[in-house]
């Protein structure tokens, strides 16, 4: 049974197929209406992120699915003590396709070695979160038509960022691409991303604290918010927070080619007035995600047999 | 028991020095009930220092778990006082249940029932699940 549990589950041709179907669903959005009628999607989700899960079901009913949920948190079964792996085998009865969010790394792969339908990674602490990559890929098509010769700076929280990895990790099998790691010290990029990820594909990358003076060589600015729960200290947490704040005025004098994205949810990385400027484009990163959801369903369903 | 002459049982000879006990501890040698020496720090020609484990018993050793710890160990099996195999050791692709991820956000460690797996990479041994590194490949 194929589930999606990390980005690189995904080749780059099978993230084509996955763009060339979004972008159709994007042109014709009639002829996918009844894609998916009488399939069910499970939300599992055992931790709320309810903006993740709302996309999953706006994908699935966007298809014209069912979906169910189990309640977040503390209704869950989890609370009554039973398995990720007891209750994928339990789910599987019900529903076509599963989309599991875990506090815990590794959950979603041991939820697919025991589901007998195709399971979704909707983010597995702070592991994997693949739906958000590829929402973030289906952004830089659209809006550069183009994987190859790209430089993207990464900005803020590069140590504990997922989604920086993860973006990193799928780029890194373009041709071209160079990265800019725009961090405060304390946040840096791991060395295990660099040696694994970086290194094996030959990406070059620069290290720098100054967020406006590497802005000129940007294809893509892709800003992250400094995690709280990451800090052991509150202190450390505020000093580091506000350090990369993108406003109005340093977006002046960034290049016109230069996108700005966001996995959002911002704490106040990015300024509201950036918001209108036609570089932002990290509300489109959310609609694109429901698109890129919709099509790795239908994907799966397929593979499955179950379409 | 005689360390220099075992009649039935198990010798693993050129264990580099220090890697016995640990050796010992996964084999869960300690806890059977059985004569087991380990002589450490022997000298040795081709390696200045090895460790070795005798087993005074025809016991199933796990070759994967000698692999992982030292994969450069051998393992010599003895009857009636003669040598009389010797297990070729490699590397395995995957560990089962040997040593558990330290990683305490790991799913492994809340849920009991999950079998342990570290799996070979190019840079070690990586928990199945969360891809952290096995505790004994940290230098
Ligand atoms: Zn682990």
């Given amino acids: ?307 | 028991m005689n360390i220099d002459s075992i009649r039935n049982g198990i010798v693993i000879d050129h264990i580099s020095p220090g890697k016995g006990m640990r050796l010992v501890q996964l084999l869960n040698l300690d806890r059977e009930d059985m004569s087991v020496a380990i002589i450490k720090n022997v000298h040795s020609r081709k390696m200045g220092k090895k460790d070795i484990i005798k087993i005074d018993a025809e016991i199933p050793v796990d070759l994967d778990v000698i692999g992982f710890v030292d994969p450069e160990a051998t393992v010599n099996r003895i009857q009636d006082g003669v040598l009389t195999e010797k297990k070729k050791i490699v590397q395995p692709k995957q560990l089962v249940n040997v040593i558990r991820c330290r990683n305490p956000r790991c799913i492994t460690s809340v849920e009991q029932e999950i079998r342990h797996v570290f799996v070979l990479r190019d840079d070690g041994y990586r928990c199945l699940y969360c891809e952290t590194r096995a505790e004994e490949d940290r230098k």
């Avoid at chain 1, 080619?257 to 990385?269: A, G, Q, T």
């Fill in chain 1, 1 to 307: 049974m194929r589930s999606v549990i990390d980005i690189m589950d995904l080749s780059t041709a099978e993230i084509q197929d996955l763009i060339v179907t979004a972008e159709d669903i994007i042109e014709n959005p009639d002829q996918y209406a009844h894609a998916c009628e009488r399939k069910k999607l499970a939300t599992l989700f055992f931790e709320p992120s309810t903006r993740t899960r709302m996309s999953f079901e706006a994908a699935m009913y966007e298809l014209g699915g069912h979906v169910i949920s189990m309640s977040e948190a503390n209704s869950s079964s989890a609370a009554k003590g039973e398995s990720v792996a007891d209750t994928a085998k339990t789910v599987s009865n019900y529903v076509d396709i599963i989309a599991m969010r875990h506090p815990k790394e590794g959950a979603a792969l041991v939820a697919s070695m025991n589901a007998s339908v195709p399971v979704i990674n909707a983010g597995d602490g702070g592991h994997c979160h693949p739906t958000q990559t590829m929402a973030d890929l289906l952004t830089i098509w659209r809006e550069k038509k183009q994987f190859d010769h790209l430089t993207i700076g990464f900005c803020g929280d590069l140590k504990f960022g997922r989604t920086v990895h993860s973006l990193a990790g799928a780029m890194a099998r373009y041709e071209g691409t160079k990265l800019v790691l725009i961090s405060p010290e304390e946040l840096r990029l791991p060395d295990y991303v660099k040696k694994n990820i970086l290194a094996p594909a030959g990406v070059p990358f620069t290290e720098t604290t100054d967020l406006e003076g590497s802005m000129n060589d940007l294809d893509i600015l892709y800003m992250t918010r400094v995690q709280r729960e990451r800090f052991f200290n509150e202190e450390d947490y505020l000093r580091l927070k506000d350090r990369y704040i993108l406003t109005e005025e340093k977006l002046k004098s960034a290049p016109e080619r230069m996108i700005v994205m966001h996995p959002l949810p911002r704490v106040n990385e990015i300024s509201v007035a950036v918001d209108e400027d036609p570089r932002a484009c990290y509300f489109k990163q959310v609609l694109y995600g429901k698109y890129m959801r919709m099509a790795l369903i239908l994907k799966l369903l397929k593979e499955a047999g179950r379409l």
